[in-house]
Each structure stands twice: as C-alpha cells, then as structure tokens.
C-alpha cells in the first residue's frame, strides 16, 4: 500500500481563501498589508521564490514591492535599503531573501530590521518570539508552514512522539519549539547523532531538514509514521528531490510530503499570513 500524500497546494488554497477575506477587512478600513522582498543579487532560486511569494501575495490581498540590489552591493548599501524599510510606515513586513553573499552583512541586516516588521523570523526578537511565546516576531515561515501543513492535513500533532533531524536556526530548532507548543513529544537529532536511522524509526511524525538530499531512506523509517521531507536539491538532471528517498519511503510509511509539492506552497501563504498579521496589528 502506498503512501499518502500530503500534498501542500489544498492546505495553501484554504490559508489564502481565508487569508483573502482578512484583507478585504483591513480593505474596508483603508489598509492594504504591504510586503518588501529585498534581493540581493539575481540567483535563480531567490528569482523563484520571489515570483512564488509574490503570485500568492497578490491571492491574499497583499500587495509587494521589490528592492533589488546588485550581488557587489556594499554592506553600507544593504543597511540604507533595510532603514528606508524600517522608515516606511506603508511596508508592514519585509523579507531579506537569504542566504546572502556576504554573511556578515546579512547578520547586521537581521539586526537592523525592526522585529515588528520581520515576517520571517530573522531578528533576535522574532527568535526570542518562537522560544518564548512572548514578544514581537514571527517563526520562519518554512518552520511554521510544517506545522500548518500537517495540521491542514488533518494530524493531530497533541502526543505524537516527533522527531526532527536537523537543528539550524531557520528550520530545525523552530519547527521542534512549534510542535512542542502543539504538545508533541520532541527529539532533535542531526547528521552527528549516533545510529540516526535508530532515533528516526521510534518516532511516529518524522520531520527531517538536515539539508542533505537522500540522507533519509529505508534504514530510517517504519510503518505507520507520517513523514515532512523539508529538503529541496536540484540534480544533475534538473530534477527536485527531498532530504527522504521518496521511492524507498513511499511504500513503507503512513504518510509523506513529495518534493516539490508538499511544504513550499504552504511556506509562502505563511509568509502573506505573517504581513496580513502584521497589518492588522498596525491598524489598531
């Protein structure tokens, strides 16, 4: 028997419907909850997401404005582009698209964005937000999107033994704090953990965001698990594939994302769901 598959396009319709209805609201009262994606450069994954994030920004009443830089901008440029957003009272959130050339430079541009107007969790507040409940900020919208997707999908996240391989700042650590807060019991592991394929197979929802394609196979998986593949990896031969061998876990597990197609498109309705939020809260 094959898998399930949770597939994100359904769960982004639903968000979007109801994201649309909320700005129609804000509409009425004269607002119109606005996006700035900033760009570095012209990589050609940061040109998808943008043209992603924008297409479902225009569906839920958001409207986007982009500012581009040139790969060979100054730190000093960057920091300019992230005040005159701070400065705009018309921007409501603002998405650096990462990671950028120049780390230290997307470090102090993190830091130098306003916490109520990062909508995807870069700033010190907004990571404080995620660990704490408290405070001004958003969770990364890639880690708040699995916890949407699954719970669109209809699982109950309250009890479930989960485990997350991987534990960087932007995926890993936040989507293990958000499925604590939907009472899950969490395991972190990572690509150091000793025998990883024993951890992953006692949990029953298993989310792996380690950033390496295929680290996740046969060896890792057991009946009845449902399964988040986060990983995204262009081949050789232009084909997407995930952090989980998709054709070895498909006829094992209970349930799984495919790669593209399951947590994506739920990644940028989280992000239009963040500046709506963020709109809503300016207009009071």
């Not at 040109?47 to 404005?65: I, P, S």
């Not at 507040?125 to 958003?138: D, I, K, L, R, T």
């Not at 209970?254 to 197609?261: D, F, M, Q, R």
């Amino acid at each position: 028997m094959m898998a399930e598959l949770l597939k994100g396009a359904a769960v982004a319709a639903a968000m979007t419907a109801e994201l649309a209805a909320r700005s129609a609201a804000l509409a009425e009262l004269g607002v119109t909850p606005t996006l700035a994606i900033l760009r570095v450069g012209e990589r050609a994954d940061d040109l998808a997401y943008e043209r992603a994030a924008a297409r479902r920004c225009e569906r839920a009443g958001v409207a986007v404005q982009t500012l581009a830089l040139p790969e060979d901008c100054s730190a000093g440029q960057l920091l300019a582009a992230i005040e005159a957003v701070n400065a705009d009272a018309g921007i409501d959130g603002c998405l650096l698209l990462r990671p950028l050339p120049d780390r230290t430079a997307e470090a102090a541009a993190c830091a130098a964005l306003r916490p109520e107007k990062d909508v995807d969790g870069m700033t010190a507040a907004s990571q404080s937000f995620v660990y704490s409940g408290a405070g001004v900020g958003f969770a990364p919208c890639t880690a708040e999107a699995v916890v949407a997707l699954l719970e669109g999908s209809g699982v109950d996240l309250s009890g479930l033994r989960a485990t997350v391989v991987g534990r960087s700042p932007v995926i890993g650590r936040p989507v293990a704090m958000l499925l604590l807060q939907k009472n899950a019991t969490v395991t972190v592991c990572h690509t150091r953990t000793k025998d990883l394929a024993a951890r992953c197979r006692e949990a029953e929802l298993l989310v792996v965001a380690a950033g390496r394609e295929g680290l996740i196979g046969a060896e890792s998986l057991a009946p009845g698990q449902i399964v988040v593949d986060v990983g995204i990896h262009a081949g050789p031969d232009g084909a997407l594939r995930g952090d989980v061998r998709f054709d070895e876990a498909e006829g094992i597990v209970k349930a799984i994302t495919p790669v593209p197609g399951g947590v994506g498109a739920v990644t940028t309705a989280v992000l239009a769901r963040h500046v709506i939020e963020a709109a809503e809260r300016n207009a009071k």
